[in-house]
């Protein structure tokens, strides 16, 4: 593959079985940098799995996975952060006895070098990688508007509250490219309002590329520039959301639920 000219994001042909379970059939798609691309279709399509694939937490049966050109199939969950790909989960991860401070600067460790040696002799480029990882925590606590809450334990707060903390740990690394899992899950209407500005804010502002699942999809086709759609496994479809939107396959197996 032409590095030069490769999308940010390239899945060619991947496919996974779990035992005699097609988890993903044969999926192919790409993301191009400074796009937000939604990635849609009912619950068991394989969009999880699809994530679990690009962070590298399953192992693919075939294909393969290219990011700014280069394949990560080879790499160990532990290289993707520091790769500049970051990534929020559906069910929460986060230390709930930690303050949010401490959570967001746990964002950063990808990209420290820091290890037990050198903080118990207290090198003093220590004390300023840490004083910068403080400064950058507070900042993105600040833009994400938790600054009220940034001493708090994660545990004492409202769940919308903690989806923030989670995408600010996960900005926290400098991404590239953001996998977001069901981020409007849980959220109320104004809270999903909101996270529609934040995202676009997020890929303009910040320059980072996002890949999100969703099934909220009013959020989905207001947020995206293309959209993605998977059912069993297999890709049915792929297009602007208003082709998506009139799309036969998408209609039968997905928005035709009423979930629309």
Known sequence: MDGSAAPLL???NVSLSFGGIVALDKVSFGVEEGQIVGLIGPNGAGKTTLFNCLTRLYRVDEGDIHFQGKSILKLPPHRIAPLGIARTFQNLALFDKMPVLENVMIGMHSRTRSDFLSNALRLPWVGREERAMMDRATELISY??????MHRRVTDLPFGTMKRVELARALAGSPKLLLLDEPASGLNH??????????REIRDQRKVTVLLVEHHMSLVMQVSDAVVALNFGRMIASGTPKEMQEDENVIKAYLGDGSA
């Open 10 to 12: 390239a899945v060619e």
């Open 144 to 149: 994400l508007g938790l600054e009220p809450e």
């Open 190 to 199: 104004k809270e999903v309002e909101d996270l529609i500005g934040l995202i």
